[in-house]
């Protein structure tokens, strides 16, 4: 699925560091579900999608938790049903007023209105917008934006049919995996591929195929999802510090031995607190072109020095020779900075 940049969402600045939150004590997603005049809310959607959005939550914290790390996706929950609780906001146009295509320009406006219409001490700045629509023909924006994705509810999507092999289940099976997918975006993730060894033992990456996958077959967060979750808000276990860009940052990216070799040094004082490196091979550039890119979280010494060798093994082979190292520097506040490089000649 797609992902759009944000071209309107501007960061917020962080004044002074905030204490850190523990794993279920912080800044929660927002979940909105937008009603349009002439259509839904449909039947039980707080139930159905407290329950699908709570087993989505479950996944993400079960894959943060294996791959080791402390981070923890929040949600908000209805004390009385201990479900996820959903916001619902009376969109003013019909159904048709949110296309696919281009129907986030209407959504937007109203629901940053309603946020900031009712503000709450554990609003965290990335926001869930579902949007009910027809079970045959749905047609609602469903994509990253930014800080904000889209997903749909229609009737009867719900989770009893997660993992059937039946016509419900086959129903249920891409609005799930589709919505948890949209939401990675929304929280920081870049498309991504299962390298060899984790395609053998682990499935399919979320970021990858794993729309398509999640609840039916192996589907797993990898290292590098995790180091952005880390530092997304509605995740984050620490105190960020304020946003100081990599100025300056000029890595080496060679080809070496049969591989791409990244190297150099974190300017001094900046808050990045991860390096992902991406081999993104044959087309790139594009929002769906970085399907096929392996990822693997760079380490960097006290000082910011780097020095990795993408494990050639691990990589899938591309259909030509085309090749674009991508290094994502992500920093403490959840912003990243994207280095693309094409390889230098080996020396
Ligand atoms: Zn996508």
């Not at 329950?51 to 080791?68: H, P, Q, V």
């Not at 023909?137 to 994509?143: C, L, Q, R, S």
């Not at 399907?291 to 082979?317: K, L, M, Q, T, W």
Request: with cysteine; glycine share 10%; proline share 10%.
């Amino acid at each position: 699925m797609r992902r759009l940049l944000a071209l309107l969402l501007t960061l917020p600045a962080l004044a002074a560091a905030a204490p850190a939150p523990a794993g279920d004590d912080g800044p929660t997603l927002n979940i909105v579900y937008l009603v349009p005049t002439d259509f839904g809310p449909l039947p039980g959607y707080r139930e159905r999608l407290g329950k699908i959005l709570l087993e989505m939550r479950d996944f993400y914290n079960r894959e943060l938790a294996r791959n080791g790390s402390p981070a923890r996706l929040r949600m908000p929950i209805d004390p009385e049903t201990g479900l996820v609780a959903l916001e619902e906001i009376r969109g003013t146009r019909p159904l048709s007023g949110y296309p696919y295509e281009g129907g986030w320009k209407a959504a937007l406006p109203e629901v940053q209105a309603h946020l900031e219409a009712h503000p709450r001490p554990d609003r965290s700045d990335r926001t869930l917008v579902i949007i009910p629509t027809h079970k045959d023909k749905p047609g609602v924006p469903f994509y990253g934006l930014g800080k904000y994705c889209f997903a749909l509810d229609y009737e009867g999507f719900d989770y009893k049919d997660c993992g059937q092999d039946t016509p419900a289940g086959a129903k249920f099976k891409p609005w799930y995996g589709g919505m948890a997918h949209e939401l990675g975006h929304g929280l920081g993730l870049p498309h991504t591929h299962a390298t060899r060894t984790q395609a053998k033992t682990l499935g399919t990456a979320l970021m990858g195929a794993g729309n398509r996958t999640l609840g039916f077959a192996p589907t797993f967060l990898t290292p590098g999802d995790c180091a952005f979750l880390e530092s997304s808000p509605p995740c984050r276990v620490f105190a960020p510090r304020p946003l100081r860009k990599a100025e300056g940052f000029a890595p080496q990216v060679r080809r070496w031995q049969g591989t791409v070799r990244v190297s150099g040094r974190l300017p001094e004082g900046c808050s990045v607190r991860r390096i992902v490196a991406a081999y993104d091979k044959d087309d790139f550039g594009g929002v769906n072109d970085n399907y096929d890119a392996e990822s693997f979280v760079v380490p960097f010494d006290a000082s910011g020095r780097f020095d990795f060798a993408f494990p050639i093994g691990e990589i899938h082979p591309g259909r030509t020779d085309k090749l674009q190292i991508q290094l994502r520097l992500i920093h403490d506040d959840g912003t990243i900075e994207l280095i693309r490089r094409a390889p230098d000649p080996e020396a």
